[in-house]
């Protein structure tokens, strides 16, 4: 129970505090968690440490817990009463890779001034630490204006987001019980078109799968045997150009028989947020929706399922020329899944096709990378009726609720393993150039964040 | 003039020598000149200096003459009466990666006992550097017996060949006194199916073109944007897998309209060759030739252009997986040309139709890495009898003339440059694994190459 004066003076905290709020934020982001890399394991583990410090400070019973990847944190606090709310983040980052497309060390964090405010710019200031520190920084101003949180909060962070969460799963099944709760929140999502708060309501799902083609048993050069031998990465782009069919359509067998339709009121809803697409894509240098024909840009965005490649890679790509057959070619190819999709039944499916298509004389490996089911929250909980109104008191425009195309895996997880609900809400921006070179978070995001949660916090507690 | 007294001389001088000439051989190996890599710029003078040293000791008059790119070699010496002949190698070498599936370091070369005899390994044993040392060995016994040369020699050493040459026919046009011969000589070939000495008397030309698409101004999350974005790997692959219909034909406009069918003769001559395509595809893992349907093996081969993607790279290539849209995606691929074909044309065809397939948002940036006709040689000059004479006394069985798929491109140069017929004459086996991990050159090559470059000299100058 947070009364408005009580309320006014942590918000009143939360703004006098910014500067060190920021050099909190700072600090965390110098360190270079990039989970998918096992050279960097040290680092998650230096990330998680460190967020355990910072708990700890903030009064929680926190530690890590080691998994066969990197370490889970978890952290306890707060009043003995009223509802348990359980928040969620996660502490590693993506690669940075095109290093030399960055203007400054993205593990160097620095502010920055731009037309649209100030920003603050590094590797995983916006994907995911910025956003889960607008939750500490809440529960900082709370703790230190009333001496205890206006809820029991569990926090929850862990580690391996950007890399497929190998361990999520598994440990939410071992840590059912200190993990449990009424309602989790998420804070990885963002505004909606950069200024309208906005609680995601939908999230696609993800499979992720790597092939490798190889054929001769070694490089082959291409004037001794070109002509005769088979050449892997030929094998490979044509079974990735196979994959859609001229509508955009993609063309793995049964992938659109359990797409559930989007019902004709969410469709209402999302035709009247009025999403701007010419200026979405013309950020990024496009001028025309590239998927299924048939669809709006918002429904191919976040109902529609899709298949990408992420990454290809065969023969020889350094400077200059070299005239070779490579053995091998592999490429990284994920789909987007929407609700009704099963991703094991698609994963079954993909490679059975790329199986049938493979010449003579050519093997194919496959390694999956994740594989969750898109997720449909349960809007019609009061907390989210409570979360919107706080969004729209802060943000002085009526919060939205949104779909995302995005795939946020833990939130369905939180239903299937720990039958709870989950909650997202989150600050980022589209041009906050997550997973790209020059990831930045708006300090507005940041500051207005922390201060979102403390009015979420004290509605959610009344 | 050399008679057979002196000629026997000369051959025992060889075999006595053989040691000091594998050492010498390992000297030039253990210079890693990569021509395709600027890294390696200082390392290919460092070669090109190595051969004048050796030049000079030989009694050559020889000095490097500087280029855009990488020197060139000349040198001469010999009889000042009897015909002129050239001598052609070149002293760079291909890259090494990927180095992890060598076993030894490829420029610390060393001899290896093997099943089939000793071998010398390492980057460039084969291709070209044990080749060229082949002939100034030969030259070395004839100085040391004789005091002179058979006839009158120059040589000429190019450190461009593996990354396309774009030096060698400016140089040719502003040097064409001092290089100007009756006849090139030039040893980059092999052995038919590694035992029978060959003379090559057609080699395919080569065009090599990147292709780089490119689409969103960054690179994109894959699931804020998948879905609307274009991908530009998508693209790329739809455009490779274009290249070729389901009967393996290269479907560039207009490919195949100046295409010599190959004359009744000849076939009738290569099949007399008894080609075992089975051993020759087995050797490399594999069973079936992948070429044109209607075609022999030793016809793909020789006597019929190819398309092959000998690179291929676009988003995330590391370890683990990263859900982005790339804002980039870029291919090698190359040509081998036969006679008749333009590459000028081929190129430009091949462009407009890729530009044709660029869909909206997209652009297309081509770079080129060369563009060589084939060559079909003079083999009815009197030079080519003797030579395959000479060839059959070393080897002790009858000497082929024949074709090759690879392209050497200097060969036609020679003609339209210099107006000189090129002879070529190798000693190099298909299971040398140039342009791959492991290169390497039997002593037997080496040795039995050394000799017959003698007995081709003693020939020729008779």
Redesign the interface.
Known sequence: MTDAATLNAVLNRIDANMPQAVTRLQALLRIPSI????AFAPNCRAAADWLVRELQDLGFDAQTYDTPGHPMVVGQAGADQGPCLLFYGHYDV??V??LA?WHNDPFDPHIEETPDGAVIRGRGASDDKGQLMTFLEACRAFQAETGTLPARIKVFFEGEE???SPSLVPFMGTHADLLSADLALICDTGLFQGKTPAIVTML?G?L?E?VVIS?????????????????P??V???I???L?DDTGRVTVPEFYDDVEELPDAMRAQWQALSFD?AD??GK?????????QDRT?LE??WS???C???????????????????AE??A?I?F?LVPGQDPHAIRDNFRAMVRAML???CRVEFLG??ASRASKMATTAPAFEQARQALSEEWGCAAAFVG????IPVAGHFKTVLDMDAMLVGFSK?DD?????NEKYDLKSFHKGIRSWARILARLSA
Request: hydrophobic residues 30%; negative net charge.
């Open positions: 989970s998918t890399d096992p993506q690669p890779d095109p497309l950007e890399s497929g696609r993800l992720g790597e054929g001769p048993t070694k490089d082959l050069h291409s004037g001794l045997y070109g002509g005769a031998a088979i050449n990465v030929r490979l782009v044509k990735i150009a196979s859609h697409h979405f894509l990024v240098g496009l001028s025309q929706p590239a998927g299924e840009p191919m965005l529609r399922p899709t990408e490649v992420n990454g290809i890679i065969g023969g020889y790509t350094g400077d200059g020329f070299k005239t070779v057959l490579p070619a592999r990284k994920s987007r010449p003579a004389d990378h994740g995302s195309g995005g795939s589209d150039q997550i997973h790209s070179p």
